[in-house]
């Protein structure tokens, strides 16, 4: 572990128990997520991708195993770990201004020192003069930057995004995800982002982790070396979706950690695979 590492996740398992049986979400995760990366967690429904962002944000405590925030352990949630839910999550009552400085209020920021934030992040997102307005009068879109606003604006080590997207149509979600990577690209937090698409992750990675399905183990990691802005349909673009879905599909990779996809990986030597 060194000061660059921003997240390290090593040997994490997380079982729900019921009163006749038990559930494995996660077996044996070990990660390190770097300083400034933005890493996408990308896996079929219930392979335990919220599961562990909410690990790492503390909401939840592992069953085994431990995980490193900058090197401390995480034993609770902390402003260091801020979280964008799928949902927008605002307070209706409180204005943009009022719902991006909450945070700060309860941190103890004096109150001109959050009107300096408030106006840093409002410029940021794009949404000068939507100051006064509260979240019923703002497009979805809209509200999910103030939800990105609120997150960012207690300056935390690591944004945790669990699929902030989903819910917006396809157009508006494209407009999120460039509207994202610049943000990032002003900020340079360490994010992990939650995805079901193939699509998403390659548009917004440094790094894929690729998750089995339950319970979620790390089939594999893809490097993606593409400048941004990307283009999907260009041909090494093309070959790492094509590799993806190969990964997800391949029958025997949720049952048995000791196959490998690796037989595919020597088929596309031209990928950056870590």
Known sequence: MNFRDAVVIEGIGKRYYTRHNEMIALADVSLTFHEHEFICLLGPSGCGKTTL????????????????????PV????PDRTVVFQEYALFPWLTVSENIQYGLKRLGVP??????????????????????KYPKQLSGGMRQ??????????????????EPFAALDSFTRERMQDELVRIWQAERKAVVFVTHSIQEAITLADRIIVMSPCPGRVVEVLKIKDCRPRNLDASENIVIARLIRDILHMPTA?????????????????LHIN
Not at 75 to 78: D, K, T
Not at 111 to 132: E, N, P, T
Not at 254 to 270: A, D, G, L, Y
Request: hydrophobic fraction near 40%; charged fraction near 20%; aromatic fraction near 6%.
């Open 53 to 72: 962002l909410n690990l790492i944000a503390g909401f939840e405590k592992p069953t085994s195993g431990v995980i490193h925030a900058f090197g401390r």
């Open 111 to 132: 109150k001109s020192k959050r009107q300096d934030v408030v106006s840093h992040y409002i410029d940021l997102i794009g949404l000068s003069g939507f100051a006064h």
């Open 254 to 270: 949720s049952h048995n950690p000791k196959i490998s996809p690796n037989s595919f990986i020597e088929k596309s030597p031209e």
């Open 145 to 162: 930057r103030v939800a990105l606003a609120r997150a960012l604006a207690v300056n935390p080590a690591v944004l945790l995004m669990d």
């Open 75 to 78: 034993v609770g949630p902390g």
